[in-house]
């Protein structure tokens, strides 16, 4: 029961920050209907910068507060630069221009960094904490969990109860009749990037300190998972992403535990293949696009 709870908690950790990034994907979809395949390489950008600022200034949170600020640069750069260009009429346009920018932005940090893992120490102490003689979460993982789940709370209240968050919806889900009410729809887009790609690099810096470390390619499996997550809960429910991140990461923590860390992704494939065989637009979508 110990080792249960153990993973449980785990996983639920990973899972937050699965859904943070499935969310960034979630937020993409619903403004321009493309699937963000560059997400991870914007991501780690961000992070390369936070580390740096990390590394001159010594206060781990000013490299967070970086990482946020640069990844919402990339996503303006990105949207503003190469995916406004992407056919309307064509929808894989933008999917081949965003695979496209992948290997550019991987190659380019190759050439800048390297290829070789970075360590980057996390702030807080990564031993689980015993509560009663049962191990649950570490501190850090604490500190995840929170930031996570306080970050989606905000971008909740962003969209559900401020004129910003009225504007974006009415950009994503009715663009036409949102021009006629004078929404500048091509500047909610631009936001919606933005807001995505900042929250995108946050997750993968909470993430760095768990994996092996920092390279171009360590959110590569990070966007993998997260895009799992949001085809679970469906591209067009936030709600679903967290739902189903958290279930996600559940999964594959129990399934690490006690069958082996190589059956993980395995397992993971079998529950997207179930869900696309019984609800191929996502276990939450139908029911998001009714509030909507």
């Known amino acids: 029961m110990d080792r249960f709870v153990f993973l449980l908690g785990t996983g639920l950790a990973r899972g937050t920050l699965f859904a943070l990034f499935a969310l960034a994907l979630v937020l993409i979809w619903r403004a321009t209907r493309i699937v963000n395949f560059a997400a991870g390489a914007m991501a780690i950008v961000g992070v390369y910068v936070g580390v ?17 600020l640069a990844g919402g640069v990339v996503g303006l750069v990105v949207e503003r630069g190469v995916l406004r260009f992407a056919s309307a009429r064509s929808p894989l346009s933008g999917v081949i221009l965003a695979i496209g920018l992948v290997i550019v932005l991987q190659s380019l940090l190759g050439i800048a960094f390297g290829q070789q893992h970075e360590p980057v120490p996390a702030p807080f102490s990564d031993r689980p904490l015993r509560v009663g003689g049962v191990p649950l979460l570490s501190p850090y993982d604490v500190f995840v969990v929170v930031v996570a789940l306080g970050l989606m709370a905000a971008l909740r209240l962003l969209f559900v109860r401020t004129t910003l968050g009225l504007q974006l919806r009415a950009a994503a889900f009715a663009p036409e009749v949102a021009r006629l009410l004078g929404v500048r729809v091509a500047r909610m887009r631009t936001v919606g990037w933005v807001l995505a790609a900042a929250a995108a690099s946050l997750a993968a810096m909470l993430a760095v300190p768990k994996e092996l470390g920092l390279n171009p390619h360590a959110a590569d499996m990070l966007f993998v998972y997260a895009f799992t997550v949001a085809v679970v809960g469906g591209l067009d429910s936030p709600g679903g992403a967290l739902l189903a991140g958290l279930t996600v990461g559940v999964v594959m923590s129990l399934v690490t535990g006690y069958l082996g860390a190589t059956l993980a992704p395995v397992a993971v494939l079998a529950l997207l293949v179930v869900v696309l065989l019984v609800r191929p637009s996502g276990l939450f979508a139908q029911a998001e696009a009714r509030r909507a």
């Open 52 to 68: 740096a600022v990390t590394g001159l200034t010594g206060s781990y949170w000013w490299g967070l507060v970086a990482t946020v």
